[in-house]
């Protein structure tokens, strides 16, 4: 049994009480797992703010990502080290008691918590007027890095932006990822830049006299005419003679470099929990894999230190204080990138590419192995959206371009959770999305939201199907003012079982020796809302309130009932509930003491 009630916790200022919530978070979930004996939630409201915005000084120092000791320590030398240890993970810990992830400085609750309107959606984390392509534009340096051409440029504005280009061979593709992919992340929780698709003329173009750009070997040199030219001659040209782009405004605070997949950052003091066990990290895969950014690592990933007042505690000395804010960034790979090896195009989102398996199983089979990539083709957008498809699809079995140390280690529960998110999306939300890319009308944008609407069905098959996806409890009373607890099912909203097969049941205890109650009525169904009729303690109070323990039961008719959630809730008179705890076991078996 899972032991989140850690997780109660309210939050606390000071850097030391934070290390000391977590550290107490991570004991409980060790040492709760253990046993099958269920112990109470206290009667608090759950976490939903993580402490980890405490202001601190001085700033942490930045931090160089080098790909390939990446790859080789990813692919090599952390899987062995794993398998040596045998180390098969465990449940990730900086989870509340309703089985969801506070705000914090790596998340924010967003269409987990609150519908967002497809308009929200689509305008995503841009906040104010999009980039103006009136000019002038003023490049002031070269793009630092990645594979997409481009520029860095102040506006008329004023405002600084990252402009990038598609490339010669797959126009459209790369703009479109990084300004619909942007969007798709900052409406699941996470934090990543304003993207927006842009189209210029020439002509807006300047070039500041101290521009520059950066070599591989980390010298600056001037960037020049010469430069700017290399770099248009890779943009998509439309036949009005403009530049299609994609505009990044940059991100707020100062620039630290990467953060990482795994441990912890050991110069910020709010960084307690090892990144492999946050949940918002392994649940990632499923967006990732929606929209098959393969290049989900740690070299597209951004730390930003976010500038606040100096703390009372600061030392005299100390000249600025802050805290560390966690982006996604560079999704330019999405939508089926092609490299220059078209068997290696292929495997994207299926294989490693370096992939010990894959490789046994070639050799024990001669090579003659039938794999998914093998059946890969363009479909009617031919190589714009390149081998971005819906029937090769394995929402289990998705790879990125090597293992992802939080990827590697998602659970079913941490699945379920990014799927409850994942299931908000609707058919609305993908349009308004899709709108976003700027495409010509046409079988792009048509091929485009087949495919996303298609992937996301594929996910929520998968990982609604095991943990039950019941979730956002709310009470109030019935018609006739007895206490009621409504659930949202969030297999029918995302359609992804029949609603006219759906079957509910539901079991209670209570007391403090857990008396059983019996089968609950189901008092409403309206869409995908179920509500019960709650039991009832006589002399239930403030003073001795009453525990209940509610199993709700989600199936398909004719078939074996699913796993259930398990509803904790204090009843605090004849009428007053409280629900302070959800969890989602893995089997059916009913609570004990």
Known sequence: MRSDRAHHLAPRAGRALARGLFALLVLAS????????????????????????????????????????????????????????????AESVNVNAWDEV?????????????????????????????PETEGPWTIVGGKPDGENPGFQAKMADGRRYLVKFDGNVQEFRATSGDAVVSRIYHAAGYWAPCNNVVYFDRGILRIAEDADKELPTGRKVPFDAKDLEEVLSKATRMP???????????????????????????????????HENRRELRGAYLF??????????????????????????APEDAAVAGHVRHNFVDFGDSFGSLWAWDRLSR???????????????????????????DQAEFGPSGEIWGYFDVETFDPEDWKNEYPNPAFSRISE??????????????????????????????????????????????LLRRWLSVVSPLARPTLGPSPEGAPMLCLRDLAVFGRVVDPTQRVYQAHAWAGRGLAPQGRLPVARRLGEEV????PQVAGASEQRPAYHVIDVFAGQSGKARGNPLRVHAYQTDATTYHVVGLERPEDDAPPSR
Request: aromatic share 10%; net charge negative; proline share 12%.
């Open 240 to 274: 009005d003679g403009r530049y299609r782009a994609m505009a990044s405004l940059f991100l707020p605070g100062k620039p630290l470099g990467p953060w990482t997949y795994q441990g912890v950052r050991k110069d910020d003091p709010n960084d307690v929990v090892p």
């Open 531 to 534: 509500c019960l009729l709650l």
């Open 413 to 458: 529960r941490d699945g379920a959770w990014a799927a409850r998110i994942l299931a908000e999306f609707t058919d609305a939300h993908v349009e308004a999305l899709v709108a976003q890319a700027r495409l010509p009308e046409g079988v792009l944008p048509d091929e485009l939201k087949r495919i996303l609407i298609g992937r996301r069905d594929k």
């Open 288 to 313: 990732a894999a929606w929209v098959n950014h393969f290049d989900s690592r740690e070299q597209n990933t951004l730390s930003m230190f976010i500038e606040e007042p100096l703390p009372e505690d």
């Open 102 to 130: 506070p705000d914090s400085s790596w998340f924010v609750n967003r269409m987990s918590r609150a519908p967002m309107s497809p308009e929200e959606v689509a305008e995503g984390p841009c906040e104010g007027p999009p």
């Open 30 to 89: 060790s040492a709760g797992c253990g046993g099958s004996e269920l112990r109470p939630f206290p009667l608090k409201e759950p976490m939903w703010q993580d402490p980890d915005q405490t202001p601190f000084t001085p700033p942490p120092e930045e931090y160089y990502s080098p790909f390939v000791w990446d790859f080789l320590d990813q692919s090599l030398a952390r899987p062995t080290t794993r398998l040596l240890s045998v180390d098969y993970g």
């Open 347 to 373: 495997r994207h989102g299926h294989s490693y590419i370096f992939d010990p398996l894959d490789i046994l199983t070639d050799v024990v089979t001669l090579g003659f192995a039938v794999r998914p990539w």
